[in-house]
Structure formats: C-alpha cells, structure tokens
C-alpha cells in the first residue's frame, strides 16, 4: 500500500509514478530467466528419456546395463575397458560425476525417477526460475555422485535421484523461507524417502541420496546469501553463482579424495 494525501491507496491506484510490489516481483523474475512453464525441468525428462531410447537403439538391452554408454558414463570410481586401459572417476573421467545423471536401470528406474524429478522439479523451477534451477540441478547432482562414491566407492551407480533429492533439500528451505516453519510437506518428503532408502537399501544408493540433499539445501542457502536475502528474487549475483560453484567444486574434491584412497 501506499500512503496518499487522502488516506491509503493501492500502487495501482496512487499514481503512475508510484511503486508497485507485483511489477518489481514480476521484473526480478525476468531477471531470474523464468518463463511460461517448468521449461528446463521438460528438457531434462525429454533428454534422459532420450538416453535411453538411444540406449537401446544401441544394443544395451532393457535393463541398459551395458553398451558403449554404459561403459563410458556410469559412475565409477575404477574400471577397466574391454582393451584393458583404465577407467573411472579415479583415472581422471571426471564427467561420470555429471554424466551418470542422465543414465538409468531400465523402465522402472527411469519412470519412478522421471516421474519424481517432474513433480519435485516443476514447482521448483518455477519458484527460483530457469536458470537458478539449472545450476541448482547440476550442483545436487555433483554432490550425489560425490555421497555415492563416499559411501560405496567400489560400485557403479547411475540415475538422477541425486539431483532429484537436491531438488528436495531445495524446497525444504524454499518452504521455511515462505512459511517460517521447517515441519512442512517437504521435510515429510524428505524423512519417507529417506526412510525407503535406508529400509530397502539394495541397489538404492544411499549416499547418492544423502550428498544430493545437502547439495540442494546448500544451493538454496548460497542462492539467498546464507538467509540475509530470498533464494525467488533478484538477480542471481556474484555471491550466489560463487556459492553453487563451490559446491559444485567441493564435490568433485570429496570424489576424488575418497577415489585416491585418501579417506
């Protein structure tokens, strides 16, 4: 509202030059690169579904356990190629950190976890806008697959549910901003999912889960200034893109000391 000569008025009715709430809003969501729709949350669903097809297009079977991409882009700490050269994060494949994301075990995984990163990835997107999301996913995802190689070094793992966890983390925090209240739907989220992963462990990867996590509510964290500011609003700034690298760098280090042997 705004205080006028004759009592107090709307923005929209106290002038042509007086502020209005909704238009600044609307402006720093331009800045944020938000637009009509969860457009990058989409392009992710389509391109790994994508992977897939091409997966199989490829001769890897259902299950998409083997094949050329498989080899070459699942998360693996050491490996060895059918010619006998090295491989994994260990020897220096540091793109299995990213690429392993975009790769699943069959129909089942790849539909839970398309189905998940939609309804997790959606309202996300379209709180903190495109291109906060984006380097928000890259950032949950780096840091599951530096949690995934902390906790079981010696397996191969693929999937999204890392960044997908971080999207998680990130609504957690997005929530309290909003509400105050950490004891919200997300926290719920969080403590089932948590709960599943643990109870049926299996092939589930638990530090996968948990690195991406705390990748998305550091995100967040970094996105608002530790708090002094709100992760939706304004430009992204220096502060905050320093803080999603570091992250980012952060766990590629984890994944590389725990590789090396040095943990």
Not at 56 to 82: C, D
Request: glycine residues 18%; hydrophobic residues 50%.
């Amino acid at each position: 509202m705004t205080v006028a000569p004759v009592g107090i008025r709307c923005p929209e009715h106290a002038g042509k030059g007086a502020p209005s709430p909704v238009r600044a809003a609307r402006r720093a969501r331009r800045w944020s690169y938000e637009g009509t729709g969860a457009v990058v949350t989409r392009a992710l669903v389509a391109v790994i579904v994508f992977v897939y097809l091409l997966q199989l297009g490829m001769g890897a079977g259902v299950n998409a356990a083997s094949g050329w991409i498989y080899q070459h882009f699942a998360l693996v700490a050491n490996a060895v190629y059918a010619d006998g050269s090295p491989a994994g994060v260990a020897h220096g494949e540091w793109w299995r950190l990213f690429t392993t994301a975009f790769l699943h075990y069959g129909p089942l995984h790849l539909g839970l976890n398309m189905l998940a990163l939609w309804w997790l990835g959606a309202p996300v997107e379209m709180t903190l806008g495109r291109g906060r999301f984006l380097l928000l996913y890259v950032v949950s995802g780096l840091a599951g697959s530096a949690g995934a190689l902390f906790w079981s070094p010696s397996a191969i793992t693929v999937g999204a549910s890392g960044a997908i966890f971080g999207m998680l983390g990130a609504g957690l925090i997005l929530e309290y901003q909003a509400t105050g209240s950490l004891a919200g739907n997300y926290l719920t989220l969080i403590v089932i999912n948590l709960a599943f992963s643990v109870g049926f462990g299996g092939n589930i990867s638990v530090g996968g889960h948990v690195g991406g996590l705390i990748g998305g509510i550091l995100g967040v964290l970094a996105l608002s200034r530790l708090g002094r500011g709100h992760a939706a609003y304004g430009r992204v700034g220096l502060v905050g893109v320093a803080g999603l690298v570091a992250i980012g760098v952060l766990s590629i280090a984890v994944a590389y000391w725990k590789v090396k042997g040095l943990a």
